[in-house]
């Protein structure tokens, strides 16, 4: 794809400007003391739902950061230094989890975090990864405000989150609905479910303004009866039904919707969701898992997914969900920069604000392609979505998407230093 191939090569173009800049501006720390030793070890927390609702949908970036430090230390580690992971779950209180942040860098003393799916969570431990001045990866986290309202030292994202996901989906259902009519959400009542539906149907509004809402709908986190639900959008008919819903709550929607035929109503668009849900679907329904990255990109073509995918599959028994790929990219994000940033100090263990440095402004690549990460310290990638197809590959065992579409990460991600919902507000409307 000619757009790709673009994207491919600004990537590389940025990773290469990044490095001429840090080899020329980067200073030597301002106290001789500031020097690292080369430590014996990087110890790295990983947090991630290990109990309660969230432990089927984290249970893929768990495995996953287990099978990484495996290889990175067969591997002889990171230039050198092995990997130690320390495993924490992340159910429990948005206060629980600070508090346990700084057990985790005061009395552990970890050198890094990676984890945080709740945005609840990774919105508190920001500011405490900058006070506490420890470096901090949202492997997973989808709330968009984590960087348009806050700015951090410390914190970085390396995953996609709700502009890129809903901005593409709305993409996507113009261009398999060029005349949508009418819209309709069902989403969790909370953060996630009402800032996703929001840049949904703003982007939709903005570039189709003659099409009609008709139904708003909100039900509890993790809701499993959608009885009345169902009910009232049956008898309004949407053509597009969107949801970020996931978990034990998809399922139960899922279930129920095919039973009552909501799917033979409705182009149904999920932007969340695990292989066992998309396995359940039935033919036609709009899927990305918040990115489809067993798909794309493609595994018969890209050696690095291949590899991913291969090695998962012989260790677990099964295909990692998209939440495995989304800790690759983190793992792998803190390996570029780490192995970029001893570069930089020509073999010379760096610290943590050296490291830092090097993430910043830098590309890398990982299983589903390259990634960049901004000075904001958010990544960018690319978007993709496509349609349940009812198939399943014969060599992975996932489930086929088919119309597939790829938006380019430069079009689906709000510009550096806009506003997001002006951000969409700017756009020409279409006709």
């Known amino acids: 794809m000619k757009t790709e191939m673009r994207w491919h090569r600004f990537y590389g173009a940025l990773a290469l400007l ?45 495995n996953t950061a287990k099978l990484l430090a495996e290889k990175i230390n067969a591997d002889g580690g990171i230039d050198g230094v092995k990997l130690k992971l320390l495993i924490v779950d992340e159910a429990g209180s948005t206060a629980d989890k600070v508090t346990e942040f700084r057990r985790l860098v005061q009395d552990e003393k970890v050198d890094a975090v990676i984890g945080y799916t709740s945005s609840s969570h990774c919105l508190a431990v920001a500011p405490v990864a900058d006070e506490l001045k420890t470096l901090t990866i949202s492997a997973i986290c989808a709330n968009y405000r984590l960087f348009e309202q806050g700015k951090y030292k410390y914190m970085f994202r390396t995953s996609a989150h709700a502009v890129s996901e809903n901005v593409s989906a709305a993409l996507y259902v113009l261009q398999m609905k060029p005349d ?51 009910s009232k959008l049956l008898s309004v008919k949407p053509d597009v039904i969107h949801s970020v819903n996931w978990g034990a709550g998809l399922t139960a929607l899922i279930k129920q919707g095919k039973t009552r035929g909501l799917f033979d109503k409705s182009l149904v668009v999920f932007t969340t969701g695990l292989l066992s849900q998309a396995k359940a679907l039935p033919k036609g329904v709009a899927f990305s898992g918040r990115g489809y990255h067993l798909q794309f990109s493609d595994p018969r073509k890209n050696p690095g997914n291949r590899a991913f995918l291969e090695a998962y599959k012989a260790k677990f028994g099964k295909m990692p969900d998209y939440t495995g790929t989304y800790m690759a990219q983190a793992i792998l994000g803190l390996k570029a920069a ?35 990460i901004r000075a904001d310290h958010q990544a960018i990638t690319d978007s993709m979505w496509g349609l349940t197809s009812g198939k399943i590959d014969p060599v992975f065992g996932y489930p086929v998407l088919e119309k597939m579409r790829v938006f380019p990460a430069v079009q689906v991600n709000t510009p550096l230093g806009m506003k997001t919902l002006d951000w969409i507000d700017s756009w020409p409307s279409r006709k």
């Open 180 to 230: 949508l009519k009418t819209i309709a959400g069902l989403n969790y009542d909370y953060a996630y479910g009402r800032d996703s539906w929001e840049i949904f149907k703003r982007t939709i509004l903005k570039l189709k303004p003659d099409v009609k809402v008709v139904g708003e709908l909100w039900v509890k986190f993790l809701a499993g009866n959608y009885s009345a639900e169902i």
């Open 338 to 372: 780490v192995e970029r940033a001893v570069r930089i100090k020509g073999g010379a263990w760096p610290t943590t604000e050296e490291i830092i440095a090097a993430f910043e402004s830098s590309g890398y690549d990982t299983p589903r392609g390259p990634v960049f």
């Open 18 to 62: 990044t490095l001429v800049v840090f080899a020329v501006v980067l200073s030597v720390p301002r106290d001789a003391a500031m020097a690292a030793a080369k430590p014996e070890r990087l110890k790295i927390a990983i947090v991630q739902f290990l109990s309660g609702a969230g432990a089927p949908h984290d249970a893929s970036a768990v």
